[in-house]
Structures are given as structure tokens and as C-alpha cells.
């Protein structure tokens, strides 16, 4: 399947400063879907961008897919200690393919 | 929403031995379901995809003869981890979709240690 890079691989910041992953492809993609996954605990859906350029939002959590249909982004706003997690970028018709995953630690 | 149930959440089992990990789909019908690996700190990784009624399919590099895939129904899939070894202690995890933009439902995972 298809790689995906995923940066950065960690990401450490003080409550209420904004967090920002990105996902790169060297090939268009399809779709590209997000998780998270808790310390402890399993991948959840976040959410899925199909269209070119699309910009989706779920409140403080902003999700981009590039023009290109390369990269995509996950920029949360104002970080909370709820938002401590790993965030997975995954991207395929059937069967996913993770990128490596940004492992987000926030100061309280 | 969809729900996948994996058991068990943890197994310790001595070396040699096999276990056996269980993913349901308690509210949907699910011909295909997902197998993962993950170890400490890193990504998931794609074992194998379950496909109800016939032969598994595996990802190069995975063992078929030591990771048998089992999916007799539609809303079962069962991962047998044979005669495990201390390598093989990892986070296996299971998932499966109902179709549409809802993503993957992963079940909470199987945290393996063999001693």
C-alpha cells in the first residue's frame, strides 16, 4: 500500500498552545482518514477528507486535505490535557495504512 | 455506532504455548475484519485481513502457519497466535467498518506477553 509520513513524531506543548501533525504521500491518495489513540487504549475515528483542498472541523480540531490529494494536517486550537494522545493519519480503500503516529504530551 | 469487542484484553501465557484472540461485531455484519500489531511507542501495523468464509489474507512478512486467521461468520474473527514466543509479545488489535464515511472501528486490543 501506499506510505504515508507522518511529522512530527513527538510533540510537547503547554495547555492552550495550538498542535499541529502533518501527513505527506509521494503519491496521490484517495482519502486520508485521522484517529486518535489514547495512552492505554485503542484508535478512534476522528474523521475522513475525499474532495481536494477539503477543510473539515470538529470545534477545536481542524482537518485539511491538500489540493493535491498528497498531505494532510490536524491542527488543534488551544490544546487541552483531554487532547493528550497519539494522532494517526491512515490512508487506503480497504485496508489502512497508518503513518507513524505524533505523540502529543501537553504541560498543564 | 459500530461496536467491536475484542477478548481478552490481556493474556500472559508461557512460551510454547498458543492463545487465542477474539473480534465481534456486536452490531453489524462485518465480512471483512482487520488485524494489527503494535508495538511500545510505534505505529500499527497490518497483519492480515480476515475475509468471512475463506482464506485469510496475509501482509508480507507475517507467518500465516504461526498467525492463523479464523472467520467462520459475519460477525466473528478470531486470531490464534501459535506456539508463541517472548518476540511475539505485542498489542494486537482488531478492526472492522460498516461501509461509508464512519471509518474503521478498532476493538480495545489484546496486550500478548509471553514468558
Known amino acids: 500500500g501506499q506510505q504515508v509520513m507522518q511529522i512530527p513524531q513527538y510533540q510537547h506543548v503547554q495547555e492552550g498552545e495550538d498542535f499541529t501533525t502533518y501527513c505527506n504521500s509521494s503519491?496521490?491518495?484517495?482519502?486520508i482518514q485521522w484517529y486518535k489513540q489514547r495512552p492505554g487504549g485503542h484508535p478512534v475515528f476522528l474523521i475522513q477528507?475525499?474532495?481536494?483542498?477539503e477543510v473539515k472541523k470538529q470545534k477545536r480540531l481542524t482537518f485539511q486535505f491538500g489540493e493535491a490529494k498528497k498531505n494532510s494536517s490536524l491542527h488543534i486550537t488551544a490544546t487541552q490535557t483531554t487532547d493528550v494522545g497519539t494522532y494517526f493519519c491512515?490512508?487506503?480503500?480497504?485496508?489502512?495504512?497508518f503513518g507513524q503516529g505524533t505523540r502529543l504530551t501537553i504541560n498543564p | 455506532g459500530a461496536v467491536v469487542s475484542q477478548h481478552p484484553s490481556w493474556v500472559i501465557c508461557k512460551s510454547g504455548t498458543s492463545v487465542k484472540i477474539e473480534c465481534r461485531s456486536l452490531d453489524f455484519q462485518a465480512t471483512t475484519m482487520f488485524w494489527y500489531r503494535q508495538f511500545p511507542k510505534q505505529s500499527l501495523m497490518l497483519m492480515a485481513t480476515s475475509n468471512e468464509g475463506s482464506k485469510a489474507t496475509y501482509e508480507q512478512g507475517v507467518e500465516k502457519d504461526k498467525f492463523l486467521i479464523n472467520h467462520a461468520s459475519l460477525t466473528l474473527s478470531t486470531l490464534t497466535v501459535t506456539s508463541a514466543h517472548p518476540e511475539d509479545s505485542s498489542f494486537y488489535i482488531c478492526s472492522a467498518t460498516e461501509g461509508g464515511a464512519g471509518g474503521y472501528t478498532f476493538g480495545s486490543g489484546t496486550r500478548l506477553t509471553v514468558v
Open positions: 503519491t496521490t491518495l484517495s482519502n
Open positions: 491512515a490512508q487506503g480503500a480497504q485496508k489502512l495504512v
Open positions: 477528507l475525499v474532495k481536494s483542498g
